[in-house]
């Protein structure tokens, strides 16, 4: 009998040890990983540099509060704001609080910078944001609201890739347009190229702050350090935490220069915020990310990926779509895929769903190109025994 609350539908498998694209279980079972505890352990599991630079740091200082300057948060926030459009960085120890942090510094920007008095946050059908009050108010998705009114004010949701639905709902009160370019929980749903362009411009015209939630898809997994790279378009405020620390808890809100005065002393803050060790993390992270070219091998390694499945998967029947963008995958078959998840464990490979009838890949971005044959070969397997299993 366990002693954790029941919040999460866990798998029967109890998880020991990790390396690479590899997992093993209490029993010594070998798993390849094509789930990386959902887009979180990018550079694979115990990455050799962020493990040494963790216990570097382990030996120096754990934590100080925030009320002193520590050199790692400063160099993580340079890291980031080198490589970003971004020239700002608030720490925080998840992707909810990073968005809870966006949401904030949205309103205080109009609130209390420019006087306004605007305050509505619009967001999409099918989004995913967090689970914090705010964020769970922000996610386009009834299910994770349910008994938990009443829910704050602010919040609006119109459908993703609908410019003409979404003009329809800003406001004199609109404060910000918040969007994934990817929904992930949603399904693997791209934002259509040409709707980010016309948000973007909606949003200079009106004087409405873009923040783009790039929890999932940040930090080099849609091929590009960040996805808005794809597009041609910058975000006014992002957000990350998932890929950025290696599996350390952390979360970041990032802006451009004239959001900052909105969080200035006192407004914000965070005990954890940017610990050493978790900026250790999030260093050794980035610092390898950008030595080992992880979004470029993302981008061709995404390819293959996609390429493989299409042809291997193409044909089936209870496939209906295989799509994604760099190493964020889904594989869209005809019905519930929860016992396919299964069978693929039972075969040694780890994935995850997104919606009921999707297929989630998010293997690491180093991953090789055998794990990635071996892992369509799996799949492929798999998916016509099932359609054997129905016929009979
Ligand atoms: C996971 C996720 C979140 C929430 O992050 P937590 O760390 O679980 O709070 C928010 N937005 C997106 C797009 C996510 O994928």
Redesign the pocket.
């Known amino acids: 009998m366990s002693s954790l609350f029941p919040t999460f539908a866990r798998y029967p498998i109890t998880l020991v040890k990790g390396k690479g694209s590899r997992l093993w279980d209490d029993q010594g079972k070998e798993y390849l990983d094509f789930m990386t505890g959902?887009?979180v352990t990018s550079l694979g599991h115990v990455p050799e540099r962020v493990k040494n630079a963790v216990a570097e740091q382990l030996d120096e200082l754990w934590h100080v509060s925030n009320l002193f300057y520590t050199p790692n948060q400063e160099k993580a926030a340079k890291l980031l704001t080198d490589n970003s459009c971004a020239d700002a960085v608030f720490f925080c120890n998840?992707?909810?609080?990073a968005?809870e942090a966006a949401i904030k510094i949205a309103r205080r920007y109009h609130q209390k910078v420019l006087g306004n008095g605007r305050y509505e946050i619009v967001t999409f059908t099918q989004s995913?944001?967090?689970?914090t009050l705010a964020?769970l108010t922000a996610t386009g998705q009834d299910k994770v609201k349910e008994g938990f009114l009443p829910l704050p004010v602010g919040f609006v949701h119109t459908p993703l890739n609908d410019i003409e639905a979404l003009k329809a709902v800003i406001t004199d009160k609109t404060a910000a347009i918040m969007l994934?370019l990817i929904q992930?929980?949603g399904g693997i749903i791209e934002a259509d190229p040409q709707f980010v362009r016309d948000v973007r411009e909606l949003c200079d015209r009106e004087g409405i702050l873009l923040i783009l939630?790039e929890?999932?898809t940040g930090m080099g997994r849609t091929g590009k350090l960040f996805a808005y790279e794809h597009y041609g378009v910058e975000p006014d405020i992002f957000t990350l935490?998932?890929g950025i620390g290696s599996g350390f808890p952390i979360?970041a809100m990032l802006a451009k220069a004239p959001l900052i005065p909105a969080f200035n002393a006192g407004s914000h803050g965070s005990t954890f915020s940017g610990t050493p060790i978790a900026t250790a993390a999030v260093i050794a992270t980035i610092e390898t990310m950008l030595i080992e070219q992880a979004p470029q091998r993302a981008a061709e390694s995404g390819k293959l990926l996609i390429d493989s499945l299409r042809s291997a998967l193409g044909e089936l029947p209870n496939v209906v779509d295989v799509r994604g963008r760099g190493l964020i995958v889904g594989i869209e078959c005809t019905g519930p895929v929860a016992n396919i998840v299964a069978a693929l464990q039972e075969r040694g490979l780890l994935v995850i769903t997104a919606g009921p009838n999707v297929l989630r890949l998010l293997p690491n971005l180093l991953i090789a190109e055998e794990e990635i044959t071996e892992a369509v070969s799996i799949l492929a397997s798999v998916l016509s025994e099932q359609l054997t299993a129905a016929a009979n």
């Open positions: 959902i887009a998840s992707g909810a609080e968005n995913f944001h967090g689970r964020t994934e992930a929980e939630d929890i999932q935490a998932k979360g």
